[in-house]
């Protein structure tokens, strides 16, 4: 679980990283930050820019990034070989080859590339989610064609396996596409197993703010569990 990168982490990125290098951001007004619009800058550019300190919703990768399915927007190895390259590779060869692809810089507790532990729960292991049930369309529970259930458990990272803090919980119904968000066939909410070990059922109606922190390790927030 974790959102889309803010351009902010960028700064803390190390490795040889080409200032010609470009990179595909979010870009959402302050005055209207649904409006979004995805833009490819070069890399000085988004990280020496005024983007970064003064566009405080923009987010690393397109603007569909974080609202389809994961598997469109991440980088694949082909070969064992291409796979062993990219996890030596630094953040800033990770950022030249794939906007989308910086497993490090990614904030939530389980992750493409994982190396979490419990001492980078900074904002605690009884506050931050661990796993959560997922939303799926009712017509699809038994047919595999759900694009946030098309994938086996073991795939790994993938919208089969993966939810985001930044899209409202929902209730299970027909029709309906959302491989980003958490969700369940209760009417009461949906069941969360939060990082101290603790089950809790979460309502759908959670303020998006707080569902947002929860599903963070490090955001720094005070906020209640509904």
Same mark, same amino acid.
């Given at each position: 679980?974790?959102?889309?990168?803010?351009?902010?982490?960028?700064r803390?990125?190390?490795?040889? #990283?080409?200032?010609?290098?470009?990179?595909?951001?979010?870009?959402?007004?302050?005055?209207?930050?649904?409006?979004?619009?995805?833009?490819?800058?070069?890399?000085?550019? #988004?990280?020496?820019?005024?983007?970064?300190?003064?566009?405080?919703?923009? !987010?690393?990768?397109?603007?569909?990034?974080?609202?389809?399915?994961?598997?469109?927007?991440i980088?694949?190895?082909?070969?064992l070989?291409?796979g062993?390259?990219?996890?030596?590779?630094?953040?800033?060869?990770?950022?030249?080859?794939?906007?989308?692809?910086?497993?490090?810089?990614?904030?939530?507790? #389980?992750?493409?590339?994982?190396?979490?532990?419990?001492?980078?729960?900074?904002?605690?292991?009884?506050?931050?989610?661990?796993?959560? =049930?997922?939303f799926?369309?009712?017509? !699809?529970?038994?047919?595999?064609?759900?694009?946030?259930?098309?994938?086996?458990?073991?795939?790994?990272?993938?919208?089969?396996?993966?939810?985001?803090?930044? =899209?409202?919980?929902?209730?299970? =119904?027909?029709?309906?596409?959302?491989?980003?968000?958490?969700?369940?066939?209760?009417?009461?909410?949906?069941? #969360?197993?939060?990082?101290?070990?603790?089950?809790?059922?979460?309502?759908?109606?959670?303020?998006p703010?707080?569902?947002?922190?929860?599903?963070?390790?490090?955001?720094?927030?005070?906020?209640?569990?509904?």
């Open positions: 679980m974790g959102n889309c990168p803010p351009l902010s982490v960028l803390k990125v190390t490795g040889p #990283v080409s200032n010609g290098t470009k990179l595909t951001i979010s870009h959402a007004p302050p005055g209207n930050p649904n409006n979004c619009q995805s833009l490819n800058l070069p890399y000085n550019a #988004v990280v020496n820019g005024h983007l970064t300190a003064n566009h405080p919703f923009d !987010r690393l990768g397109p603007c569909s990034g974080c609202s389809g399915a994961v598997d469109a927007s980088y694949s190895p082909t070969s070989t291409d062993d390259a990219w996890r030596k590779a630094t953040l800033g060869q990770k950022l030249a080859l794939s906007d989308m692809g910086v497993p490090d810089l990614q904030d939530g507790f #389980v992750h493409r590339m994982s190396r979490v532990t419990s001492a980078h729960i900074l904002d605690g292991l009884s506050m931050t989610y661990l796993a959560g =049930e997922k799926m369309a009712t017509d !699809r529970y038994r047919t595999g064609t759900d694009a946030g259930d098309s994938a086996v458990l073991f795939a790994g990272y993938s919208s089969s396996n993966t939810r985001f803090g930044l =899209e409202a919980p929902r209730q299970d =119904e027909r029709n309906v596409t959302a491989p980003t968000a958490f969700g369940g066939p209760h009417r009461a909410g949906f069941t #969360v197993a939060f990082g101290d070990g603790s089950v809790r059922t979460i309502p759908y109606e959670i303020n703010a707080v569902h947002k922190s929860l599903s963070a390790r490090a955001d720094g927030a005070v906020v209640t569990i509904p």
